[in-house]
């Protein structure tokens, strides 16, 4: 049996950048992140996907980052601001049980708003990609059921306006079954 291609694509939201800064929004977006935490999940698994692909007996072979920011003057840079402030406002009842106040949220989003108006605002994030090959004597069940979705799971990542329930965000979340299946074909 020859190699398989094993692709995994997640975010790592520590990475996000906003520059010049706004102020108040950092504290929004640590606190979006800490939402992550509360719910069991991981905001940096991105930076983990080459060490999940070697926990499952894959052979890393690169990785890189696909952009996904903009800055003022960029056609898409209103569509980037507005999923950021999207995926805020989805979990801002999350984000509130963390500790940050609704006023606090909702300023930082107000915030946002404004700072994207500026002719230097600029966002800078990428999402991680990893690129595994499995090699033929390797051929966990779990492993090789999930090679279709994970497959499936990058593209859809990389065409958000083509995902199948037309949720323009749902192709932010991380793909858990997918890491799920990787993470217990390493446990054993």
């Not at 003022?72 to 995926?87: C, K, L, T, Y």
């Not at 306006?161 to 979340?173: E, I, L, R, S």
């Amino acid at each position: 049996m020859s190699n398989s291609r094993v692709i995994l694509s997640d975010d790592d939201y520590d990475g996000l950048r906003l520059w010049p800064e706004p102020p108040g929004f950092s504290s929004v977006w640590n606190a979006y992140q800490r939402t992550y935490d509360r719910h069991s999940n991981d905001p940096i698994v991105g930076r983990r996907l080459v060490q999940l692909l070697h926990q499952a007996d894959l052979r890393p072979r690169r990785n890189t980052l696909v952009f996904f920011g903009g800055c003022a003057g960029d056609p898409d840079f209103e569509d980037v601001v507005r999923n950021i402030a999207s995926i805020v406002d989805e979990a801002i009842d999350d984000i509130v049980a963390t500790g940050l106040s609704r006023d606090a949220v909702t300023a930082g989003l107000d915030t946002l708003i404004a700072w994207s108006k500026a002719p230097d605002s600029a966002v800078w994030f990428g999402m991680s990609w990893a690129e595994g090959i499995r090699p033929p004597d390797v051929g966990s069940p779990e492993i090789t059921a999930g090679l279709p979705a994970l497959r499936w799971t990058a593209l859809q990542r990389l065409r958000p306006d083509d995902h199948p329930q037309g949720d323009a965000n749902a192709w932010c979340q991380p793909p858990l079954r997918v890491i799920t299946a990787v993470w217990k074909a390493s446990r054993g």
